[in-house]
Each structure stands twice: as structure tokens, then as C-alpha cells.
T-cell receptor, first 114, second 113 residues
Framework: EAQVTQNPRYLITVTGKKLTVTCSQN?????MSWYRQDPGLGLRQIYY???????DKGDVPEGYKVSRKEKRNFPLILESPSPNQTSLYFC?????????????FGNGTRLTVT | SQELEQSPQSLIVQEGKNLTINCTSS?????LYWYKQKYGEGLIFLMM?????EEKSHEKITAKLDEKKQQSSLHITASQPSHAGIYLC?????????????FGTGTKLQVIP
């Protein structure tokens, strides 16, 4: 089944403790992206990647890192999480000519930073 | 300000009623997507529109992209409780010389049986 898989679904952590949220897609998509969703602010893009080893900042990149060493994986790294990073996070992917094909989303990771 | 404005922000309708949700951009849209989200869950792709004047339907949901490609509407006919959720429009916009995908803040729909 074609899908985007995020792990974990839920994560509670403390301020400053490094964490990684994994994202994997099995559709051979070039484009991958991370979003965070907050009430009243909608979905905001954190980072995106057009292909392997190519990543770029989205609208809210501060406090986050990403890497794209393999086509299928696009982990999101929080080196020193803070409470304002408590949010619902989504990973998404899209095929070549991504503006001509829809984004496929994972099921989300709900992160709480205390 | 939001690059994509959705209206209304929330909507409560009686089962069987029709409803319309709008998505407006101040920039030309290169592609417009509609998604549905159950609270706290992932986004389910509904439809994608690319050409001005384009209209697509899936079951009781119809989406249109206006001729100038700056506004889209999502229309649900004879709403059912299964239509409840958050509807998000996403668009490919030209920003600073490159295309990026951005989303509206969503419209929360409740359908009362």
C-alpha cells in the first residue's frame, strides 16, 4: 500500500532533550516536506526537500533540522525542543512535477514538550 | 496575513443541507488542492484543480477553480454526518520566484443529524 509513515504518533518529552521524528514513503517520491499544525494558524511548512541531499527552509524552520540521505526517508530533528514546539506535525511527499500532483500526508505526530 | 483565506472558519449545518466553502488567494494559483481532515488525524486528498474554470466532482462534493485562478469553492450537496471534519485548501503559489505549497487555516464543518 502506497503510504507515508511517521513515527511516533505521540511523543511527550522535556525541554532540551533531543528527539527525532521519522518519516518514510514507499512511493519513490522526489519531494518531501514537514509541516506543523497549530490552532488558528493552519499548516505551516518547516522544511522541504526536492530530492536526495537537497533541502530548504520553509516558513518556520527555526529550532528544526532535517536530512535527506535516502529518497524514502526524511527525518525531522529537534536538537533542543522547547514548549513552543508543542504541535501536531505532518510529513508529506509528492511525485516529480510536484506542483502537478497532490501531497500525500502521514497520519501525524502529536508532540508535547514540557 | 494568510496567503490563502478560507471562509467560513466554521460551519454547522443540518443533515441534508447544501453548503459551500471558499478559498481565496491574492496571488495566481498554479494548482489548488482540497483536503479533508478528521480532528487530530491525517489529511485525506479530495481533489486537485489546475485550470481556470475547471470543475471536479467526487460523490457529493464538487470543487471549482475560477477563471482568474485566484479563488476556489468546495460545494457539498445533501450533507451527511460523514462529511463532518476540517476542510483545508492548499495551493501552489509563486513566492519569491519559486513555487511553494501553502495551506489555508481550514473550515470546520459540523453536520447535525
Amino acid at each position: 500500500e502506497a503510504q507515508v509513515t511517521q513515527n511516533p504518533r505521540y511523543l511527550i518529552t522535556v525541554t532540551g532533550k533531543k528527539l527525532t521524528v521519522t518519516c518514510s514513503q514507499n512511493m519513490n517520491h522526489e519531494y518531501m516536506s514537514w509541516y506543523r499544525q497549530d490552532p488558528g494558524l493552519g499548516l505551516r511548512q518547516i522544511y522541504y526537500s526536492m530530492n536526495v541531499e537537497v533541502t530548504d527552509k520553509g516558513d518556520v524552520p527555526e529550532g528544526y533540522k532535517v536530512s535527506r540521505k535516502e529518497k524514502r526517508n526524511f527525518p525531522l530533528i529537534l536538537e533542543s525542543p522547547s514548549p513552543n514546539q508543542t504541535s501536531l506535525y505532518f510529513c508529506a511527499s509528492s511525485g516529480q512535477g510536484w506542483f502537478n500532483s497532490p501531497l500525500h500526508f502521514g497520519n501525524g505526530t502529536r508532540l508535547t514538550v514540557t | 496575513s494568510q496567503e490563502l483565506e478560507q471562509s467560513p472558519q466554521s460551519l454547522i449545518v443540518q443533515e441534508g443541507k447544501n453548503l459551500t466553502i471558499n478559498c481565496t488567494s491574492s496571488k495566481t494559483l498554479y494548482g489548488l488542492y482540497w483536503y479533508k481532515q478528521k480532528y487530530g488525524e491525517g489529511l485525506i486528498f479530495l481533489m486537485m484543480l489546475q485550470k481556470g474554470g475547471e470543475e471536479k466532482s467526487h460523490e457529493k462534493i464538487t470543487a471549482k477553480l475560477d477563471e482568474k485562478k485566484q479563488q476556489s469553492s468546495l460545494h457539498i450537496t445533501a450533507s451527511q454526518p460523514s462529511h463532518a471534519g476540517i476542510y483545508l485548501c492548499g495551493a501552489v503559489l509563486n513566492s519569491g520566484g519559486y513555487q511553494k505549497v501553502t495551506f489555508g487555516t481550514g473550515t470546520k464543518l459540523q453536520v447535525i443529524p
